[in-house]
């Protein structure tokens, strides 16, 4: 049973990296919007923010940018899903003897490597031109800094995989996960600071975005400056990771049933 299950993910693991490293466009793509969006709003606003500590604003949103590149590249995993579904593949691996669990840990397994990768990238080029200095990383930094990519891509990932279990067509997913991505993003707390100052309705929710604990954590790793204690963000973003990954099995198992 466990070798069923190691062999399944295994093999869906590698499928999605392999579909991943032939789309040169999406590599592209999946690197060069984050850049944009810290130009733009990191040297843009960057004159219109002052932080305490010492911070940059254009540093203290690089976390953000990191986060923007784990939610994005997370939960368009999806859209495997939807071509795997209309062409045939899901189909099969449905009702082959494998592990339905494995199948949805193969599926996160896959899109969370790909999506702590591309974040990878981000943060050396960050460091290469100076956003983040070297003095943020430390022995500590860097690993509590790699589990909150972890459960932050498990995290979007399972969303995504959820969202594709229910719809069945491009266009509604990308409408959904369009109108999800943004209000995640906006109210991490990755491009401006939710503090007590900021409107109850915005804290309300910004409270209940995973995303924000993640951001937050990250920041705290390698700036000090996080809002949380680290370990409170970490322990959070660990019971979400569980929850949504346990929902997205039982949405792909809801799905074998039909």
């Known amino acids: 049973m466990m070798a069923n299950l190691v062999d399944t993910i295994y093999a869906l693991w590698l499928r999605e990296i392999k579909r991943y490293l032939k789309s040169k466009s999406r590599i592209v793509g999946s690197g060069g919007q984050p850049l944009i969006w810290l130009a733009l709003f990191g040297v843009g606003f960057g004159s219109l923010f002052k932080l305490t500590g010492g911070v940059s604003y254009i540093t203290f949103m690089a976390p953000g940018i990191m986060g923007m590149t784990l939610l994005f590249t997370s939960v368009y995993a999806g859209i495997s899903v939807i071509w795997d579904r209309q062409f045939g593949f899901l189909k099969e691996i449905l009702v082959a003897p494998v592990s339905r669990v494995g199948i949805v ?27 983040l200095p070297l003095s943020s990383f430390s022995v500590f930094s860097l690993p509590v800094l790699l589990v909150f990519m972890v459960l932050i891509s498990f995290v979007f990932v399972s969303i995504g995989l959820l969202v594709a279990a229910i719809i069945n067509n491009m266009e509604s997913y990308g409408l959904i996960v369009n109108f999800l991505n943004m209000p995640l993003f906006f109210l991490s707390g990755a491009v401006f600071p939710i503090t007590s100052s900021t409107p109850l309705w915005m804290q309300a929710i910004s409270a209940i975005d995973p995303l924000r604990y993640g951001v937050d954590g990250m920041r705290g790793a390698l700036l000090g400056i996080g809002g949380n204690p680290i370990y409170l963000d970490m322990a ?12 997205a099995d039982w949405a792909f198992k809801r799905m074998q049933a039909k």
């Open 236 to 247: 959070i973003m660990l019971v979400v990771a569980v929850a949504f990954i346990l929902v």
């Open 105 to 131: 840990l193969g599926k996160i397994a896959g899109s969370s490597t790909i999506a702590v990768l591309n974040t990878l990238v981000i943060l050396v080029i960050m460091v290469v031109f100076g956003v």
